[in-house]
């Protein structure tokens, strides 16, 4: 007789049965929101050990002022680490020249409606929906979900409804399903990394995944 599927799993459930493994994490490491804006843009292809030790090379001078006035090469230089420097480093002149238009303020660009905001990082060169969300939950604190490559990995092995699986449908099914919390969609982005580092990897550990009762894929991805 064929296997019978498993019923489907909730964002709900997902974030409860996560939660109660590992606790309430604390995340995004970063000492103000000029740094997650420049981590978020660090990050794209590396592991963050690598982006520490790009952040690292600006000693105490990384600010949007520093990076404003840098001239470009030299700003490769120093992040270099990250890999990709060059690249990296025009994208971090463009999101610091968007930056300036609040006046390098939080809490100006907190004041701005999400969908504006989100619409102009979007529009910022190197900017793609993963980092533009992971700058407005982290740096402005909006309640935006990250739904990074650990999530669609995690959302491809379970039995859980997000229509197509692209970076879009999984972001708006958590939102949906989630109360519009930026706590909430901190945590749960937090969770689905530790997890996914611990037993959801491209080769998963399911021995011990606190979701492995529900997975339709364990132990066969
Ligand atoms: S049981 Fe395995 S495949 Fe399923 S979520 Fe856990 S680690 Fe991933």
């Not at 404003?68 to 002149?93: C, D, H, S």
């Not at 958590?174 to 997890?195: G, K, T, W």
Request: with cysteine.
């Amino acid at each position: 007789m064929p296997k019978a599927a498993k019923p489907p799993l909730t964002p709900e459930a997902v974030y409860a049965a996560l939660l109660a493994r590992y606790g309430r994490p604390r995340w995004w490491p970063a000492r103000g929101p000029y740094e997650v804006i420049v981590g978020a843009v660090l990050t794209q292809n590396t592991a963050w050990g690598n982006v520490e030790k790009a952040i690292a090379n600006f000693g105490d001078g990384l600010s949007p002022e520093t990076v404003g006035a840098m001239p470009t090469e030299e700003l490769a230089e120093v992040i270099r680490p990250a890999g990709f420097f060059n690249q990296k480093a025009g994208y971090l002149k463009a999101v610091t020249a968007w930056y300036a238009r609040y006046g390098f303020d939080a809490a100006a660009a907190r004041r701005e409606p999400l969908t504006r905001l989100r619409g102009e990082l979007l529009a910022v060169r190197g900017i793609g929906p993963e980092t533009a969300d992971s700058i407005l939950l982290y740096a402005f604190g909006f309640p935006v979900f990250v739904a990074d490559a650990y999530t669609a990995r995690l959302c491809a092995r379970l039995p859980i409804n997000v229509g197509k699986g692209g970076y879009g449908d999984v972001k708006r099914a958590f939102e949906r399903a989630l109360p519009q919390s930026a706590r909430v969609y901190n945590e749960l982005h937090a969770l689905i990394v530790i997890n996914g580092k611990a037993h959801c990897r491209k080769r998963p550990l399911c021995e011990g995944c606190p979701l492995v009762g529900a997975c339709e894929k364990r132990g066969a991805a």
